[in-house]
């Protein structure tokens, strides 16, 4: 069966800055450095923001595809 397969490398942006709610009621803000065809997504000085609004450094992360419910960008396009 022949056709194009999607590539599993990284895709690189200029970072842009972004918020994203996750399962578990979990939500982070960064600045987007890359992503995959899985919507896998590397974010950079990356803040976790608490339950009672608090923000929390956790520096750079790979969030999973899948546990991504919502995805916002804060700087204007």
């Known amino acids: 069966m022949g056709g194009s397969h999607p590539s599993h490398e990284l895709t690189f942006v ?5 918020q994203m709610k996750l399962n578990g009621n979990r939500e982070v ?3 987007l450095r890359g992503f ?3 919507m896998n997504i590397v974010l950079e000085e990356c803040m976790e923001v608490t ?4 923000q929390v450094g ?4 790979v969030v999973r595809g899948n ?4 995805v ?5 396009v």
């Open 67 to 70: 546990s991504v419910n919502v």
């Open 14 to 18: 200029n970072p842009s800055e972004f």
């Open 51 to 54: 339950k009672s609004g608090q």
């Open 29 to 31: 803000i960064g600045l």
């Open 58 to 61: 956790i520096d750079t992360v």
């Open 72 to 76: 916002e960008i804060l700087e204007r």
């Open 36 to 38: 995959d065809p899985f």
